[in-house]
């Protein structure tokens, strides 16, 4: 049941009117319990109750944690918490990419033997689902926060169907919170979360999935990309630069919104990551919830940025060829976690640089030298995205392509409606980092404004194309 379909408008109408409409507050949490199951058993009846199972063991040990005599017996419980969040994403998601590498290591050192297939379903959002539930131990265990005694709220923080699939990645302390607190009704955050669904849907339906006419050339499997010449892959590329931001934050915009109608607040996870100066402050832009993950429960137990430019370079490539492989199972993912390392190890040693330089830390700083700035890191950013493909040899398919064109650079005829769309990102873009939407916005009046949303929605639907494509972080 994807966000864009009918099917799901008429389940959040019910849900909705449900939820507001129920004259016992207390028992709203099971409607919406209920509401979430029922959203996933539409993909698959046994995930959903795997899921909800592995959720409800993650209770019963985190209350195991908290009544602990031991530390020895609380990281015990913690341990087994790990393991068994671990064990299933690896058996469900990465079997048969443990396999399959085995074995081309067997034909490397001359064992013939053919690669054993595991035939499992990967449930929707797995690698969402369980970091949300491996941080929440964690935190238990480190004390940062108590063991969730009400079970009906703490399903609740795994299964809240806005966030289930494709996040954002929910925090215990933030969600349980408000999981607690009575809710009431707000036409100011009622209109916040319609303003925040019909811009998620405006992005998706007439921006992601109409660039996916041009990046499907080279990012659907079985694609003849030697038969394109240089300038078609070059289109593809930059489509999917601009698919996959409009696509992952569209979702995200209608999961806060939805949720908004619901009463309850996700965290936001793209702040115009596309104006970022440099690296680093693209990852602080870019999928805040998982980088902010990466940080707490990766880098800094690792050491994080203490102990020298070398540990931090180690530790940054740890922790990002970790969150390769967390978004596909896949070498080519793990090599673009690897050159996301890279990328910020480099920017770490030119700061550095720039220090004992003040010139030209003072020409980088400059409103030209800032557009410059601004202009490499996308142009790497673009470059990484490359590797957002099943298989390394795809990946370096597509990078000949690029820099080695051996018959022309011609764009193909129907280039207009891409160019139109980078057009159009890049204003609104530039209008956001000015203030000028949110000004807009708090000055309109309220029939103006719904009006606003009432076009913006329809003009998703007509500039949207017949097929509607999946979300891409759906498979993650």
Same mark, same amino acid.
């Given at each position: 049941?994807?966000?864009?379909?009918?099917?799901?408008?008429?389940?959040?109408?019910?849900?909705?009117?449900?939820?507001?409409?129920?004259?016992?507050?207390?028992?709203?949490?099971?409607?919406?319990?209920?509401?979430?199951?029922?959203?996933?058993?539409?993909?698959?009846?046994?995930?959903?109750?795997?899921?909800?199972?592995?959720?409800?063991?993650?209770?019963?040990?985190?209350?195991?944690?908290?009544?602990?005599?031991? =530390?020895?017996?609380?990281?015990?419980?913690?341990?087994?918490?790990?393991? !068994?969040? +671990?064990? $299933? #994403?690896?058996? %469900? @998601?990465?079997?048969?990419?443990?396999?399959?590498?085995?074995?081309?290591?067997?034909?490397?050192?001359?064992?013939?033997?053919?690669?054993?297939?595991?035939?499992?379903?990967?449930?929707?959002?797995?690698?969402?689902?369980?970091?949300?539930?491996?941080?929440?131990?964690?935190?238990?265990?480190?004390?940062?926060?108590?063991?969730?005694?009400?079970?009906?709220?703490?399903?609740?923080?795994?299964?809240?169907?806005?966030?289930?699939?494709?996040?954002?990645?929910?925090?215990?302390?933030?969600?349980?919170?408000?999981?607690? =607190?009575?809710?009431?009704?707000?036409?100011?955050?009622?209109?916040?979360? !319609?303003? +925040?669904? $019909? #811009?998620?849907? %405006? @992005?998706?339906?007439?921006?992601?999935?109409?660039?996916?006419?041009?990046?499907?050339?080279?990012?659907?499997?079985?694609?003849?990309?030697?038969?394109?010449?240089?300038?078609?892959?070059?289109?593809?590329?930059?489509?999917?630069?601009?698919?996959?931001?409009?696509?992952?934050?569209?979702?995200?915009?209608?999961?806060?919104?939805?949720?908004?109608?619901?009463?309850?607040?996700?965290?936001?996870?793209?702040?115009?990551?596309?104006?970022?100066?440099?690296?680093?402050?693209?990852?602080?832009?870019?999928?805040?919830?998982?980088?902010?993950?990466?940080?707490?429960?990766?880098?800094?137990?690792?050491?994080?940025?203490?102990?020298?430019?070398?540990?931090?370079?180690?530790?940054?490539?740890?922790?990002?060829?970790?969150?390769?492989?967390?978004?596909?199972?896949?070498?080519?993912?793990?090599?673009?976690?690897?050159?996301?390392?890279?990328?910020?190890?480099?920017?770490?040693?030119?700061?550095?640089?720039?220090?004992?330089?003040?010139?030209?830390?003072?020409?980088?700083?400059?409103?030209?030298?800032?557009?410059?700035?601004?202009?490499?890191?996308?142009?790497?950013?673009?470059?990484?995205?490359?590797?957002?493909?099943?298989?390394?040899?795809?990946?370096?398919?597509?990078?000949?392509?690029?820099?080695?064109?051996?018959?022309?650079?011609?764009?193909?005829?129907?280039?207009?409606?891409?160019?139109?769309?980078?057009?159009?990102?890049?204003?609104?873009?530039?209008?956001?980092?000015?203030?000028?939407?949110?000004?807009?916005?708090?000055?309109?009046?309220?029939?103006?404004?719904?009006?606003?949303?009432?076009?913006?929605?329809?003009?998703?639907?007509?500039?949207?194309?017949?097929?509607?494509?999946?979300?891409?972080?759906?498979?993650?």
């Amino acid at each position: 049941m994807l966000f864009t379909t009918h099917q799901y408008l008429i389940f959040f109408v019910i849900v909705f009117t449900l939820y507001w409409a129920m004259p016992w507050p207390r028992l709203r949490i099971y409607l919406l319990l209920a509401a979430s199951f029922y959203f996933y058993a539409t993909w698959n009846q046994w995930l959903a109750l795997l899921v909800t199972g592995t959720a409800t063991l993650d209770y019963l040990l985190a209350r195991g944690i908290d009544a602990a005599r031991s =530390r020895q017996l609380a990281r015990f419980f913690t341990g087994v918490s790990i393991c !068994v969040n +671990l064990g $299933v #994403l690896c058996y %469900f @998601k990465y079997t048969n990419f443990f396999l399959d590498s085995l074995f081309q290591a067997l034909r490397a050192a001359g064992v013939t033997s053919p690669t054993p297939v595991l035939h499992v379903i990967v449930p929707f959002g797995i690698s969402f689902y369980t970091f949300e539930a491996i941080s929440y131990t964690v935190d238990v265990y480190q004390g940062r926060i108590r063991a969730e005694r009400n079970l009906p709220n703490f399903l609740l923080f795994i299964l809240f169907f806005p966030h289930l699939v494709a996040g954002p990645i929910v925090r215990a302390k933030d969600f349980l919170r408000q999981a607690h =607190r009575p809710k009431r009704w707000s036409w100011v955050r009622a209109q916040h979360g !319609v303003q +925040l669904i $019909v #811009l998620g849907l %405006f @992005k998706k339906l007439a921006i992601a999935d109409c660039m996916a006419i041009y990046s499907d050339r080279v990012w659907v499997p079985g694609q003849d990309i030697a038969a394109l010449n240089s300038g078609a892959v070059w289109m593809a590329v930059i489509a999917f630069t601009v698919r996959i931001y409009c696509d992952f934050s569209g979702y995200t915009d209608i999961a806060l919104g939805c949720a908004h109608l619901l009463g309850y607040k996700l965290t936001i996870n793209f702040r115009m990551p596309y104006l970022s100066a440099n690296i680093a402050e693209f990852w602080r832009r870019w999928h805040i919830s998982l980088s902010n993950w990466l940080r707490d429960y990766i880098f800094i137990p690792l050491g994080g940025s203490r102990g020298g430019f070398w540990k931090t370079a180690r530790n940054l490539t740890i922790t990002f060829g970790l969150g390769g492989l967390w978004h596909g199972a896949t070498w080519s993912w793990v090599v673009w976690g690897l050159i996301m390392a890279v990328m910020l190890v480099v920017h770490r040693a030119f700061r550095l640089f720039c220090e004992t330089i003040p010139t030209l830390k003072w020409a980088l700083e400059t409103r030209p030298g800032t557009v410059l700035r601004i202009a490499v890191t996308l142009f790497f950013v673009t470059l990484s995205m490359v590797f957002a493909q099943p298989s390394i040899e795809t990946a370096l398919t597509v990078l000949r392509k690029l820099f080695v064109p051996s018959d022309g650079i011609g764009l193909p005829m129907d280039q207009n409606r891409l160019w139109w769309t980078v057009y159009l990102l890049v204003f609104a873009h530039l209008v956001a980092a000015l203030g000028v939407w949110a000004w807009v916005w708090r000055r309109l009046p309220g029939p103006v404004l719904g009006a606003g949303c009432a076009l913006v929605f329809v003009a998703a639907q007509v500039l949207s194309p017949d097929t509607t494509k999946a979300f891409v972080y759906f498979v993650f």
